[in-house]
Structures are given as structure tokens and as C-alpha cells.
């Protein structure tokens, strides 16, 4: 599967955005998929993941309450609604599918999608 995130953009402290990450090649629901992100100087971290059916998801502690994963199977596309944005929430954004379970490695990887927020 070949994936393709975007939606990021400049916002200001306390406003929303929603990344979208659309999936192209084999079955989307075959695969688990998580958002990550890495900030200048900062190691690559798990934002949030989702279940090959939807069903489940797991979040940092970091965005848990502000921030929402989703999937449309049937649109092979994966969102991820940031609500409450801190400057501290300022990165790249990676989407990323597995074949095997939510803690997997994951080894498709889309281009990422700057989010910049500003206080």
C-alpha cells in the first residue's frame, strides 16, 4: 500500500486542523494504521493508532482528549482531527500502516505533513 498525508498547515494556539492520509494499492483494511510525528530535534513519537476495523484506538498521553483518529475503510483514507492545538504539538506528521498487529513495527510510511502552531 502506497499512502499519501496531507491537511497541515500554520494555526494558531487553541484552533483545529484534520490531516487525512490516503491509501492506495492493497486492501486499506488489511492494515493498522498510526499517526506519528517528529519535531525539530526530537525523536519520532507515536501519536495515536487504530485497529485494522477502526473499532480500537490507543493515544499519547500527550494529545488524549484533543486529538481523534479515524478510518473510512471504504474510502481507504485515515484522519487524524487535532482539536485544542498547543505550539508544543508543532511537527511533522507521518501516517503509517502495519499488516501485523497495532504495536508492530510499522513499515509503510507516507511523506509527512508540517503542522506549525503558533502562540
Known amino acids: 500500500v502506497q499512502l499519501q498525508a496531507c491537511g497541515g498547515g500554520l494555526v494558531q494556539a487553541g484552533g483545529s486542523l484534520r490531516l487525512s492520509c490516503a491509501a492506495s494499492?492493497?486492501?486499506?483494511?488489511?492494515?493498522?494504521m498510526a499517526w506519528f510525528r517528529q519535531a525539530p530535534g526530537r525523536e519520532r513519537e507515536s501519536v495515536g493508532r487504530i485497529t485494522k476495523s477502526g473499532g480500537n484506538s490507543f493515544y499519547a498521553a500527550s494529545v488524549k482528549g484533543r486529538f481523534t483518529i479515524s478510518r473510512d475503510n471504504a474510502k481507504n483514507t485515515l484522519y487524524l482531527q487535532m482539536n485544542s492545538l498547543k505550539p508544543e504539538d508543532t511537527a511533522v506528521y507521518f501516517c503509517?500502516?502495519?499488516?501485523?498487529?497495532?504495536?508492530?513495527?510499522?513499515?509503510?510510511w507516507g511523506q509527512g505533513t508540517q503542522v506549525t502552531v503558533s502562540s
Open positions: 494499492g492493497r486492501r486499506f483494511s488489511d492494515y493498522a
Open positions: 503509517a500502516a502495519t499488516q501485523g498487529d497495532l504495536w508492530s513495527d510499522y513499515a509503510i
